[in-house]
């Protein structure tokens, strides 16, 4: 399984930003998909995340600034930024879950890619 996002870069504060990933490869049953940041102060920490079924859990900071947004046809998640800050910026990292054929959940990552919030 790869997962290939896209969007990342440089946006000032108070903007927009989209992020995209698809996953692609032998991917039986596909489970929940997320977004994870790691900061200049903390380590790789949870966005968002987003079941099949589109339930949602976002972090508290990003709550009405953040959406997720899933494709099951298409494996694709989105993440829609707005109103971005400062403490903001990070590596965002992809993830997806993936039931395999035998039952168990395989744990997969994109290459991570860089959002910076200028002031």
């Known amino acids: 399984v790869q997962l290939q996002a896209s969007g990342g870069g440089l946006v000032q504060v108070g903007g927009s930003l989209r992020l995209s990933c698809t996953a692609s490869g032998d991917i039986p049953t596909i489970g929940t998909m997320a977004w994870y940041r790691r900061t200049s102060t903390t380590q790789r920490g949870l966005v968002v995340s987003i079941t099949p079924g589109g339930m949602t859990n976002y972090e508290d900071s990003i709550k009405g600034r953040f959406t997720i947004h899933r494709d099951n046809a298409k494996n694709v998640v989105v993440l829609q930024m707005h109103s971005v800050r400062p403490e903001d910026t990070g590596v965002y990292y992809c993830?997806?879950?993936?039931?395999?054929?035998?039952?168990?959940?395989?744990?997969?990552w994109g290459q991570g890619t860089l959002v910076t919030v200028s002031s």
């Open positions: 993830y997806t879950g993936v039931w395999e054929r035998s039952g168990t959940l395989s744990n997969h």
